[in-house]
């Protein structure tokens, strides 16, 4: 008896399926850069730092309209921008600038207060970050130093685990308002070059807070 199997197509696919799943695909890989800016080294400490301020300014709206915001700029003009939009960039943002980094960084923000009316701060989700006026002012804060306009603050931090958190002020008479104004952004710490060389977007030991 001949048996003629009339639906080649079918036999193609769990043949292409089979093959499919027998392969030894690996991990998969991040192949793009995260648009952002990276820090610049200190000359003398070696850390890295980002110079962050906050201004208000008007975000415009689809149908026309704006609305008065605060928001972070970031005074080194997209100095350490991961693409090129980013280059010469200096307009305060909503969202804030996203901070890039590695993780075993040792990282400084410093930021300036250039006129937002109320005490603006940064706490880092996940971080234990230290404090240190820059300005000669008196010590003055809610959870940690603050600065009013024309004030400055450095938060210095280590960062030990990859992962995406969230950076943010928390001070003055209503903090929950510093949000709702616009004064977050977003820190991403890669995995370590050094040990990661395959880029991995995700593994064992990412965090996100």
């Given at each position: 008896?001949?048996?003629?199997?009339?639906?080649?197509?079918?036999?193609?696919?769990?043949?292409?399926t089979?093959?499919?799943?027998?392969?030894?695909?690996?991990?998969?890989?991040?192949?793009?850069?995260?648009?952002?800016?990276?820090?610049?080294?200190?000359?003398?400490?070696?850390?890295?730092?980002?110079?962050?301020?906050?201004f208000?300014?008007?975000?415009?709206?689809?149908?026309?309209?704006?609305?008065?915001?605060?928001?972070?700029?970031?005074?080194?003009?997209?100095?350490?921008?991961?693409?090129?939009?980013?280059?010469?960039?200096?307009?305060?943002?909503?969202?804030?600038?996203?901070?890039?980094?590695?993780?075993?960084?040792?990282?400084?923000?410093?930021?300036?207060?250039?006129?937002?009316?109320?005490?603006?701060?940064?706490?880092?989700?996940?971080?234990?970050?230290?404090?240190?006026?820059?300005?000669?002012?008196?010590?003055?804060?809610?959870?940690?130093?603050?600065?009013?306009?024309?004030?400055?603050?450095?938060?210095?931090?280590?960062?030990?685990?990859?992962?995406?958190?969230?950076?943010?002020?928390?001070d003055?008479?209503?903090?929950?308002?510093?949000?709702?104004?616009?004064?977050?952004?977003?820190l991403?710490?890669?995995?370590?070059?050094?040990?990661?060389?395959?880029?991995?977007a995700?593994?064992?030991?990412?965090?996100?807070?």
């Open positions: 008896m001949n048996l003629t199997y009339k639906q080649p197509g079918r036999l193609l696919s769990v043949f292409l089979g093959l499919v799943l027998a392969l030894p695909w690996g991990q998969a890989t991040a192949q793009h850069d995260i648009r952002g800016i990276t820090p610049t080294a200190d000359s003398t400490s070696g850390d890295l730092t980002f110079n962050l301020y906050a208000p300014f008007n975000i415009n709206l689809p149908e026309g309209s704006s609305l008065q915001m605060w928001g972070f700029g970031d005074q080194d003009a997209g100095a350490g921008a991961t693409h090129d939009e980013g280059a010469g960039y200096n307009l305060p943002q909503y969202p804030g600038p996203t901070l890039v980094v590695n993780a075993g960084d040792s990282v400084t923000i410093n930021l300036t207060n250039s006129g937002v009316p109320h005490p603006v701060s940064i706490v880092v989700t996940g971080h234990n970050v230290t404090a240190a006026r820059t300005d000669g002012n008196p010590s003055h804060g809610l959870v940690t130093e603050a600065a009013n306009v024309g004030e400055s603050v450095s938060y210095t931090f280590d960062a030990p685990k990859p992962g995406t958190y969230l950076y943010h002020s928390l003055g008479s209503n903090p929950g308002l510093h949000v709702e104004m616009g004064l977050l952004g977003v991403v710490v890669r995995p370590d070059p050094t040990t990661n060389t395959g880029r991995t995700y593994g064992d030991g990412t965090e996100t807070d």
